[in-house]
Nanobody, 125 residues
Framework: QVQLVESGGGLVQPGGSLRLSCAASGRTISTSAMGWFRQAPGKEREFVAA????????RYADSVRGRFTISRDNARNTVYLQMNSLKPEDTAVYYC??????????????????WGQGTQVAVSS
């Protein structure tokens, strides 16, 4: 099992940027597919972005493509989500997730084994 801790959330104005980090401990995530998900109040959890174990492939939800970038630094056991051009509808708790499956993109939250506690992102003027 891996422990995941998200950080970097906060309050930002529309059009602003934030960089979320997901630090892993307990085992390496270098062979794990990683993903970011979010959940807004009163809504179901939704997929945001995913990345393969090596970082060679990524996938994004239509709502964030072109604005968000997922990346990873396996030497630091950390995954990032750079969020630009933020909109009020991006307001949510953001979670990272891990599953020890190399070479694949995982977009279904039910396939992930480990989750962080989440970090709040609020976009408002």
């Amino acid at each position: 099992q891996v422990q995941l801790v998200e950080s970097g959330g906060g309050l930002v104005q529309p059009g602003g940027s934030l960089r979320l980090s997901c630090a892993a401990s307990g085992r390496t995530i270098s062979t794990s597919a990683m993903g970011w998900f979010r959940q807004a109040p009163g809504k179901e959890r939704e997929f945001v972005a995913a990345i393969t174990h090596s970082g060679g492939r990524t996938r994004y939800a239509d709502s964030v493509r072109g604005r968000f970038t997922i990346s990873r630094d396996n030497a630091r056991n950390t995954v990032y989500l750079q969020m630009n051009s933020l909109k009020p509808e991006d307001t949510a708790v953001y979670y990272c997730a891990a599953v020890p499956k190399p070479w694949i993109i995982v977009m279904n939250g039910d396939e992930y084994d480990d989750w962080g506690q989440g970090t709040q992102v609020a976009v408002s003027s």
